[in-house]
């Protein structure tokens, strides 16, 4: 088997063999997740509790919300399972602070399409997990995917707190932006990484084309493009052709392509926006449809090389189907992984330049 795996036991093959109460942290979407693999594997809940200021005497799927003290007053041994996304230090080092006091899982569930992702799947996968760390560029990045594969089976954050890098060190090392970027962001949401890449360019560039599909997140990035010469922003969503999908609007960072939805919305490829001109820099964080974006920007990515940033966390196949596809469109890359702070293993990126 691959040698950069150490972890065989999934997260959910432990909780349900422990003996002692589980207790959910966290509500919403990652809580329903977590909650129906608990029943699909036989997983006893004990119960839920919420960062003291989400408690309110209410509850959630039938369960009490309680604060963790109320916990630890009620039962002296207990297994804590985080059922949110943390990006922020406090969040962070919250829960750090939780799981130096109790024994502390987050399992991985994948943000778009079904599946868990296991030392099971791992095997399945083996080859392709192989090609894709045999072709990573540096040996930091190979620690990185090696870790992140770790903790997605064993849902040990240790994984992740020993693998995480500023975002400003990605820029600086290896994305670095100049005074000259033609830069293309799918998935634009309010322009917050426009603004990122801006900060290293001192608001110096050629174009910025800007693709975001959530009208709400498209007039909050429409006025903050306001008056910025050369900047194209469209309201549609990255595909792998110009067609329509339907779309299911959250107004926020999860709004997606969604197959139920009765709402359509525009799509377009990169390759047709930019009609044969160049691009410097492609951001890629389409909440899961990564994969037709890539497609749809394949032959700027070929002809141009232009740096790419793409989100790998979304579909469990991501992690080894997506950085594989890039080197097959343009085998001239080098290939950087890097995760950036975020628990579960959200920000975790592919980089490649030449």
């Known amino acids: 088997m691959?040698?950069?795996?150490?972890?065989?036991q999934s997260t959910w093959d432990?909780?349900?063999?422990?003996?002692?109460?589980?207790?959910?942290?966290?509500?919403?979407?990652?809580?329903?997740?977590?909650?129906?693999?608990f029943r699909e594997k036989g997983i006893s809940l004990s119960g839920i509790f919420a960062s003291d200021d989400f408690v309110r005497g209410h509850s959630f799927e039938g369960y009490h919300v309680h604060k963790l003290s109320e916990i630890e007053n009620m039962v002296d041994d207990f297994v804590v399972v985080l059922a949110f996304a943390a990006g922020y230090q406090s969040i962070v080092d919250k829960i750090h602070s939780i799981a130096e006091k109790h024994t502390f899982y987050v399992p991985d569930v994948p943000v778009a399409g079904s599946g868990l992702f296991t030392y099971e799947y791992c095997v399945q996968n083996a080859v392709k997990l192989q090609q894709?760390?045999?072709?990573?560029?540096?040996d930091y990045?190979?620690?990185?995917?090696?870790?992140?594969?770790?903790?997605?089976?064993s849902g040990d954050i240790s994984y992740l707190s020993s693998v995480t890098t500023p975002k400003s060190s990605i820029y600086k090392e290896i994305i670095k932006p100049t005074l000259n970027e033609t830069y293309v962001d799918l998935g634009a949401y309010n322009g917050d990484t426009i603004r990122e890449i801006l900060e290293f360019t001192r608001g110096k560039y050629a174009g910025i084309y800007?693709?975001?599909?959530?009208?709400?997140n498209f007039k909050k990035l429409s006025k903050f493009v306001d008056g910025m010469p050369h900047v194209f922003a469209h309201n549609a969503a990255a595909w792998c052709i110009d067609t329509e999908l339907p779309f299911s609007a959250k107004a926020g960072r999860q709004s997606a392509i969604c197959a139920s939805s009765d709402t359509m919305i525009q799509?377009?490829?990169?390759?047709?926006?930019?009609?044969?001109?160049?691009?410097?820099?492609?951001?890629?964080?389409?909440?899961?449809?990564?994969?037709?974006a890539i497609w749809g920007a394949s032959q700027t990515i070929a002809r141009y090389s232009p740096k790419l940033m793409i989100a790998l966390y979304h579909r469990n196949e991501d992690i080894f189907e997506l950085p594989l596809l890039i080197k097959n469109i343009n085998p001239n890359y080098k290939l950087y992984i890097r995760h950036q702070l975020y628990i579960p293993a959200w920000e975790t990126n592919l980089y490649a330049t030449l």
Do not use: H, Q, W
Not at 132 to 138: A, G, T
Not at 141 to 153: D, E, L, Q, T
């Open 14 to 37: 432990k909780l349900k063999e422990e003996k002692r109460p589980i207790f959910i942290y966290g509500m919403g979407d990652g809580a329903l997740k977590i909650m129906s693999v």
């Open 210 to 216: 800007a693709l975001e599909p959530d009208r709400k």
């Open 132 to 138: 894709v760390y045999d072709s990573l560029y540096d």
């Open 267 to 292: 799509a377009r490829s990169v390759d047709s926006i930019l009609d044969k001109k160049t691009a410097t820099i492609i951001k890629m964080d389409v909440e899961g449809f990564e994969r037709e």
């Open 2 to 8: 691959i040698s950069f795996i150490k972890e065989k």
């Open 141 to 153: 990045s190979r620690n990185v995917y090696a870790n992140i594969i770790n903790f997605k089976i």
